[in-house]
């Protein structure tokens, strides 16, 4: 992935991309594990949905967790159809970058999830982290349920205590119901298994999130 200079604010919906009505093919096998991406899952995972700027290196964050099962990458939060890379880079689908984490809740918290979500990147940036710029490098967690919204509501609050006592400004990570997932690209999916060498534009603030989990 290249570093991406695309607008930084939402479209309208009347401005979207239209988009279409087949999915993407992907082979729903994960690079590393092997465990499906695609569901169903096994009874006991749990979903989450996080966007965190680019995401190669945002998946790879997940999938290295114990109690992870399986991550994909993709988009969401806009307004188009089944969107491809191209069309989600130009900043008029609305979609955001995301990862989909598949975890076992017995064997690691959504709230170790929030941590690793909020110290991988700078939740300060708006649309945008780093070099890299646009809608589609948002800040943002989609939750599944009521206690997912809960526990990001809290642990965001905590972390914006902690950023301020170290003179950071403020989080502009969006909390929001988790919409419709759209898989991205095969070759996407486990970018930087596939490509150790390749582009990752993460870099939190190096402050800890407090919490536990």
């Not at 399986?70 to 130009?90: D, F, M, R």
């Amino acid at each position: 992935m290249s570093v991406s200079h695309q607008q930084a604010r939402m479209p309208k919906a009347t401005e979207a991309l239209p988009g279409r009505e087949e999915s993407m093919s992907i082979s729903g096998r994960h690079f590393v594990s092997n465990n499906p991406i695609i569901p169903p899952f096994p009874d006991s995972m749990e979903l989450a949905l996080f966007g965190l700027g680019c995401f190669w290196g945002a998946e790879r964050c997940f999938w290295q967790l114990k109690g992870v099962f399986s991550t994909a990458v993709g988009y969401a939060g806009g307004y188009t159809l089944n969107p491809n890379y191209q069309e989600v880079c130009s900043g008029l689908t609305g979609h955001n970058e995301v990862v989909r984490v598949v975890f076992d809740s017995g064997k690691i918290s959504y709230a170790r999830l929030l941590r690793v979500f909020f110290e991988s990147h700078d939740p300060t940036q708006g649309m945008r982290q780093g070099n890299d710029m646009g809608t589609q490098y948002r800040s943002g967690i989609y939750t599944t349920s009521d206690q997912q919204m809960r526990e990001a509501e809290l642990v965001r609050q905590a972390y914006q205590t902690e950023l301020q006592a170290h003179g950071h400004g403020n989080i502009a990570t969006e909390i929001l119901i988790a919409p419709a997932f759209y898989y991205a690209e095969e070759s996407h999916q486990q970018y930087l298994a596939k490509n150790p060498r390749g582009y990752c534009g993460l870099g939190g603030t190096g402050i800890d999130c407090p919490g536990s989990g």
